[in-house]
């Protein structure tokens, strides 16, 4: 069992554990920096940029999922990728409440997986991951495909040779 406090500041407070023998139960906290959790033992503090960031690795490894994030977005990840960094929440927004998170997330789409099965398959695990990992209800997971990528894009052919020399 779970008892949810609201946490009014910006930042999450140090919530103090409450008295029980059960060291299963636990106090969720949560606030626009993390969301914390308080048990018999201690608090820990989970970051909103954490829970986009596994929602993130869920939806890359969905069936169909090419890459995440607009354009944009995509172009800043090719530059982070070359400099061997890479951003696990690109593409995910996620707004966390009390005892609730709802994620918003945009992807690139393989050709030819069905667009409504890569979207329901994004959805699925982005919930299972939440859920378990970080413990909160996910509310609702809004999907939405920037693009479809093609098997060809990446055998894009370079020219033979200078035609001149």
Same mark, same amino acid.
Not at 81 to 94: I, M
Not at 132 to 159: A, C, K
């Given at each position: 069992? @779970?008892?949810?406090?609201?946490?009014?500041?910006?930042?999450?407070?140090?919530?103090?554990?409450?008295? @029980?023998?059960?060291?299963?139960?636990?106090?969720?906290?949560?606030?626009?920096?993390?969301?914390?959790?308080?048990?018999?033992?201690?608090?820990?503090?989970?970051?909103?940029?954490?829970?986009?960031?596994?929602?993130? $690795?869920?939806?890359?490894?969905?069936?169909?999922?090419?890459?995440?994030?607009?354009?944009?977005?995509?172009?800043?990840?090719?530059?982070?990728?070359?400099?061997?960094? *890479?951003?696990?929440?690109?593409?995910?927004?996620?707004?966390?409440?009390?005892?609730?998170?709802?994620?918003?997330?945009? $992807?690139?789409?393989?050709?030819?997986? *069905?667009?409504?099965?890569?979207?329901?398959?994004?959805?699925?695990?982005? $919930?299972?991951?939440?859920?378990?990992?970080?413990?909160?209800?996910?509310?609702?997971?809004?999907?939405?495909?920037?693009?479809?990528?093609?098997?060809?894009?990446?055998?894009?052919?370079?020219?033979?040779?200078?035609?001149?020399?």
């Amino acid at each position: 069992m @779970t008892n949810v406090t609201p946490n009014a500041s910006a930042t999450p407070s140090t919530v103090a554990a409450p008295k @029980t023998d059960a060291a299963s139960k636990s106090v969720v906290t949560s606030g626009h920096a993390g969301t914390e959790l308080a048990s018999t033992h201690g608090t820990t503090t989970v970051v909103d940029s954490v829970v986009a960031r596994v929602a993130g $690795i869920a939806a890359r490894e969905a069936r169909g999922v090419y890459d995440l994030g607009g354009g944009a977005a995509r172009a800043i990840g090719a530059i982070r990728n070359a400099l061997n960094a *890479s951003d696990q929440s690109q593409g995910v927004s996620v707004e966390v409440g009390e005892k609730q998170v709802a994620v918003d997330i945009t $992807i690139v789409a393989e050709y030819p997986v *069905s667009l409504q099965d890569v979207a329901d398959g994004v959805r699925a695990d982005v $919930i299972r991951a939440v859920e378990s990992i970080v413990g909160l209800e996910v509310t609702e997971v809004n999907v939405t495909i920037n693009d479809v990528h093609l098997p060809s894009d990446d055998n894009q052919e370079e020219p033979a040779g200078a035609r001149v020399e």
